[in-house]
Antibody, heavy 119, light 107 residues
Framework: QVQLVESGGGVVQSGRSLRLSCAPSGFTFSTYGMHWVRQAAGKGLEWVTGISYDGSNKYYAEFVKGRFTISRDNSKNTLYVQMNSLRAEDTAVYYC????????????WGQGTLVTVSS | DIQMTQSPSTLSASLGDRVTITCRASQSISSWLAWYQQKPGKAPYLLIYKASNLESGVPSRFSGSGSGTEFTLTISSLEPDDFATYYCQQYASYPWTFGQGTKVEIK
């Protein structure tokens, strides 16, 4: 079955960097677009960034442009997001998510990893 | 960016009630709309894709309709497992955006 396991979350000081990873299983990773979505405590879902199946296209929410970089290594079956210049408002649970095919948006989600940015 | 507005923000309902949640887009998104259910401490779960297509394994009491800028999620007869928060999401264009959520509570 499809599984997405995030790692790399933790507590980091404002202005510092953190890299999150996502390890997929149960499907052919190299054929699916992937995304990161976040959720601050008690708040709604917020799409952060997405990448095409081959890494050739990348998309970002305005509030992370220039600070976050999404990437993937299909040979290592891993999705990443490099988060630089972190701010307190980046504190959230970050979900790795798979983009389905044939008219789907996100069809599978990981359990999330918590990022806490302390000031 | 396309803004997604859900209503109501909170809904109090009883078991067996028919429940309807509305989602409006700030511009036409054709049928590129998904609905998710989320329970506290859990990841979201896909219910509906492309506005009206029921995801495999989702109970048939859930249905979606609409196109363009107005969409609805309907639960035909509320069951205990349905008390949760529901989100709509557009994927017509980047950046993808979510509605603010509708919490379905027990009356």
């Amino acid at each position: 079955q499809v599984q997405l396991v995030e790692s790399g979350g933790g507590v980091v000081q404002s202005g510092r960097s953190l890299r999150l990873s996502c390890a997929p299983s149960g499907f052919t990773f190299s054929t699916y677009g992937m995304h990161w979505v976040r959720q601050a405590a008690g708040k709604g879902l917020e799409w952060v960034t997405g990448i095409s199946y081959d890494g050739s296209n990348k998309y970002y929410a305005e509030f992370v442009k220039g600070r976050f970089t999404i990437s993937r290594d299909n040979s290592k079956n891993t999705l990443y997001v490099q988060m630089n210049s972190l701010r307190a408002e980046d504190t959230a649970v970050y979900y790795c998510a798979r983009e389905g095919t044939s008219g789907y948006s996100i069809d599978y989600w990981g359990q999330g990893t918590l990022v806490t940015v302390s000031s | 960016d396309i803004q997604m507005t859900q209503s109501p923000s909170t809904l109090s309902a009883s078991l067996g009630d028919r429940v309807t949640i509305t989602c409006r887009a700030s511009q036409s998104i054709s049928s590129w709309l998904a609905w998710y259910q989320q329970k506290p401490g859990k990841a979201p779960y896909l219910l509906i894709y492309k506005a009206s297509n029921l995801e495999s394994g989702v109970p048939s009491r859930f249905s979606g309709s609409g196109s363009g800028t107005e969409f609805t999620l309907t639960i035909s007869s509320l069951e205990p497992d349905d008390f949760a928060t529901y989100y709509c999401q557009q994927y017509a264009s980047y950046p993808w955006t979510f509605g603010q959520g509708t919490k379905v509570e027990i009356k």
